[in-house]
């Protein structure tokens, strides 16, 4: 018997490897959560398997996504990231990463827990919707959006509203699994009147 899965979630392995073991999953790690963020970014106007394909380049040229060596990047360094074809070779979406992270290095320079800070736009405890078909989920919430309005007074780029929402859905501030999913997790499909 095979598993039932989200209907966004493809026969192609990575794809499966993502749906399985990370999306909605509750992320916690600092490091990640920046990677998520950026990634989400980066992945405006494209197909999430497009950047997924790329992850692992986005990690050598990001220092594993260390925040500080990423801050000190200069200018003809991330030039230089733009001749590499297995980054998506956008100015403004490749020079956001250090903008991101010089963004996140202020926030700490204010005592600001980023990964406590990010979590604290998502409803406690954690939304559980009811999919049936994620084609009729929804693209942004109010959430994502008074968490987009944050970042970008905070400096970071890339960051809309539905950006921030497709990010709540992969570290898990959201549960967004279709109702059939066998990673949904167990709850009352009945709606709010």
């Known amino acids: 018997m095979t598993l039932q899965r989200c209907g966004w979630c493809s026969n192609d392995p990575l794809y499966i490897t993502y749906h399985d073991q990370e999306w909605g999953q509750a992320l916690l790690d600092e490091n990640r959560l920046f990677e998520m963020l950026c990634l989400e970014g980066q992945q405006a106007g494209l197909a999430w398997i497009t950047v997924l394909r790329k992850r692992e380049a986005y990690r050598e040229h990001f220092f594993q996504y260390s925040i500080q060596s990423i801050a000190a990047l200069t200018d003809q360094q991330l030039e ?28 700490q320079q204010q005592d600001i827990n980023v990964g406590q800070w990010l979590w604290s736009f998502a409803q406690q405890p954690r939304l559980n919707n009811d999919v049936a078909d994620y084609r009729q989920a929804a693209a942004q919430t109010i959430e994502s959006q008074i968490m987009s309005k944050a970042l970008k007074k905070a400096g970071f780029k890339f960051v809309g509203p539905t950006i921030c929402y497709a990010f709540m859905q992969a570290v898990g501030m959201v549960d967004d699994h279709e109702n059939h999913c066998h990673f949904k997790t167990i709850y009352s499909h009945s709606k709010k009147s």
């Open 80 to 107: 230089l990231k733009l001749k590499d074809a297995r980054l998506i070779r956008h100015r403004g979406k490749l020079h956001a990463i250090r903008e991101n992270a010089q963004a996140w290095l202020k926030l």
